[in-house]
């Protein structure tokens, strides 16, 4: 199959391009150029955010598999409507799992569960972006396909709730120092990490199925571990023996650092178990097969294989040591007023 990538180099996407081009289907990226080239992928290089350059980039191609990485608006979805409404066979838009709705109405999440998130904005462009898709699809046949992943991370990405994502490194810097480490909650939420292997497993599946226009599907793991389990098992992987957690309510860090209230009470302070019978029944054969003890075990292996990996996030680390020295004062002076009563 002749399959466009938009976007294509992010943590996700990249084990779907690997696993592309591994079976054998011609591979095409469309970005701006900025990255180095990938061994085996044909490059369009124009930004999809300029539709012009993009059509000019794209005029003479045409696609079985069409798949969007870097759609966040509804104005996103209207712009590539325009630009491939004609040529091709499938377009696959990738949502977010956190489109469901918070809190659950049932703990065991599946594709039909309703949509509704009042604590995140991303969220909530993502069910718009889906909501234009869905409509085009039934209205003009435009041969839409929904791909809602949760975390997933890959050799280069801790996936730990608080952390600093863009140098991810710094939670495990923290714990190895003995620093304290934050955990919303108590840590007994379910949550469902998944490895971008296995992701890309489910999602390279659906390519060129024509049975799936117009579904919604979610690719994730089938194990499901609390916060506790997923903090000790970094910890231990990454040969820290005692570490420091400090157990937070989220309102109470959110009050402190109002800029996350979308990561935890609209995504991960919620527990989330999902149910994927459904990619199964169209993947044949699929499972994810990468428990977090070991892909995270991977992980810090490629941190440790080269120093210069380790980047740490100065910003995060200050404002996680203000928000520790909070709590805890303020669990002091509550024992100490309750003391005096």
Not at 272 to 279: E, Y
Not at 300 to 310: E, H, L, M, T
Not at 311 to 317: E, G, K, L, V
């Amino acid at each position: 199959m002749k399959i466009l990538f938009i976007g294509g180099s992010g943590v996700i996407s990249r084990a779907a391009t690997e696993l592309t081009l591994a079976q054998g289907h011609e591979l095409w990226l469309l970005n701006r150029g900025q990255r180095r080239p990938i061994p085996g992928v044909r490059s369009l290089v124009a930004d999809i955010a300029n539709p012009e350059a993009a059509r000019a980039a794209l005029r003479g191609h045409s696609w079985d598999v069409v798949v969007e990485w870097i759609g966040f608006t509804p104005a996103d979805v209207r712009r590539d409507l325009g630009l491939f409404r004609d040529c091709t066979r499938q377009y696959v838009f990738i949502s977010s799992a956190s489109v469901y709705q918070k809190p659950l109405g049932h703990y065991l999440i599946t594709e039909s569960t309703p949509r509704a998130n009042p604590h995140w904005e991303y969220s909530r462009q993502k069910i718009a972006c889906e909501l234009e898709l869905e409509a085009a699809y039934r209205d003009t046949g435009f041969p839409a396909v929904i791909v809602r992943p949760s975390l997933t991370y890959g050799e280069d990405q801790v996936p730990l709730v608080l952390n600093a994502w863009n140098q991810s490194w710094t939670t495990i810097d923290r714990m190895r120092r003995g620093a304290p480490v934050i955990i919303p909650g108590d840590g007994s939420s379910l949550w469902t990490i998944t490895h971008n292997t296995d992701f890309a497993a489910g999602i390279v599946g659906l390519f060129g199925n024509p049975a799936t226009l117009g579904h919604a599907f979610h690719i994730t793991s089938d194990e499901v571990l609390t916060w506790n389990q997923i903090f000790q098992q970094a910890a231990e992987a990454a040969g820290v023996k005692t570490p420091r957690f400090v157990h937070i309510p989220s309102d109470f860090i959110i009050s402190c650092v109002p800029a996350v209230e979308g990561t935890l009470l609209g995504d991960k302070a919620v527990s989330a178990v999902f149910d994927n019978t459904k990619i199964k029944r169209f993947v044949p054969g699929f499972t994810a097969k990468t428990r977090f003890a070991d892909g995270i075990r991977k992980t810090i292996a490629w941190f440790d294989a080269d120093p210069a990996r380790q980047q740490i996030d100065a910003a995060t680390n200050a404002r996680w040591d203000k928000l520790v020295a909070a709590y805890e004062a303020g669990c002091a002076l509550a024992r100490e007023r309750f003391a005096a009563a």
